[in-house]
């Protein structure tokens, strides 16, 4: 069966910006705001996101990458976990954190996410940002920005491309 495209490039493009405006508009400008990224592909986000809200409001936001490997509650069935850094440089007390991630299914990898954040510190408040919302949640978690909803049948892989890994942007959904 063939691959079907969600989003193209342009499209990506399009559903960054609107992120980055509904990030703005809801925290009403930028100030207390820190980036954080999940690896691997939400780093790319955060990255976009800062750069995209610096045009827009003159103001260049901390971002920060999140390794969530050891939080993972599947960790001890994986053969071989490999721990990647955590470089979080900024303060993550009392500040809104906006959390981003590629594609948010389950909620797990979310969960762990928010338990890494809280061992550093005590945000004022946490927000996640995702790309691709897949729904089917294990967990009563869910994005504050979604750039897309698509509820992926089970044979069914999103994935999210992006041009600083992987040559190109697009959103694609695989079907086995």
Partial sequence: MKNKVLLDKKAVERTVT?????????NQGCASLSLIGIRTR???????????????EKTTLPVGILDITMYRDDISTL????IKKTDIPFDVNDGTIILIDDVMHTGRTTRAAIDAIMDLGRPRKIQLAVLVDRGDRELPIHPDYAGIR????PEEEVLVRLHEVDGKDEVVIVRS
């Fill in 42 to 56: 939400g780093i790319y986000l955060a990255n976009r996101l800062q750069k995209k809200i610096e045009v827009i």
């Fill in 18 to 26: 609107r992120m980055t405006h509904e990030i703005l508009e809801k």
């Fill in 150 to 153: 698509y509820e992926a049948n």
């Fill in 79 to 82: 053969k071989s976990p490999v």
